[in-house]
């Protein structure tokens, strides 16, 4: 009988998705939790460093959720510091240029 060359094994190798870079990037993108997200993105890419990326999954997942959280929190910052400094969201300088626009 002839015999079947050996081959690799048939199943592809399973590779895992880190599960810090997901949570770091679901809590970069809701609002109130983006520094949390941020922080877990950044811990996440710091392990990253020594895989090769064949083996763990999930670098550019951690590197959305750091820009994501950064953007969010320093818009969060924004905003908390102009409600403290009590600036008018809607003046009438805004009001008559929407009008010359909008005429």
Partial sequence: M???PETASATPALRRVSGLAVAGFILSTT????GMGMIFSAVSLARFRGYT??????????FAGLV????LSFLGFVL?????LN???WSPDIEELLFL???
Wanted: net charge positive.
């Fill in 2 to 4: 002839h015999k079947m």
């Fill in 31 to 34: 609002f109130f939790f983006s």
């Fill in 53 to 62: 990326g064949e083996e763990v999954l999930g670098r550019n997942l951690a």
């Fill in 68 to 71: 994501i959280g950064i953007v």
């Fill in 80 to 84: 908390y510091i102009l409600s403290f």
């Fill in 87 to 89: 600036v008018p969201t």
């Fill in 101 to 103: 626009l909008l005429r």
